[in-house]
Nanobody, 125 residues
């Protein structure tokens, strides 16, 4: 079983930066793909970014490309999301997710087995 706990959310002004972290326990996640999703008010949960296990290949949602950077520290079993140039539209609950490694890093929420409880990010205009 894998447990995921997000941290680092908060209130930030538009144009600012914030760094989210996700601490994993229960297993060494080196053989797991890990991802960030977010759920904006009144919207479905959407894909933000993902990173593969070994190799660390990354993929991003169109709305965050060039502004967000996903990274992982396999030694510490942590996942990070550096968010820059934040916009009010980035206001959401951000979730960490994980799944056993596969050939392709998936975008779909249903492909991920393990989820954290989420951390709130609020961007003021």
């Amino acid at each position: 079983q894998v447990q995921l706990v997000e941290s680092g959310g908060g209130l930030v002004q538009a144009g600012g930066s914030l760094r989210l972290s996700c601490a994993a326990s229960g297993r060494n996640l080196i053989n797991y793909h890990m991802a960030w999703f977010r759920q904006r008010p009144g919207k479905d949960r959407e894909f933000v970014a993902a990173i593969s296990g070994i190799g660390g290949s990354t993929v991003y949602g169109d709305s965050v490309k060039g502004r967000f950077t996903v990274s992982r520290d396999n030694a510490k079993n942590t996942l990070n999301l550096q968010m820059s140039s934040l916009e009010p539209e980035d206001t959401a609950v951000y979730y960490c997710a994980a799944r056993p490694a596969s050939i392709v890093v998936p975008f779909a929420r249903a492909e991920y087995n393990y989820w954290g409880q989420g951390t709130q990010v609020t961007v003021s205009s």
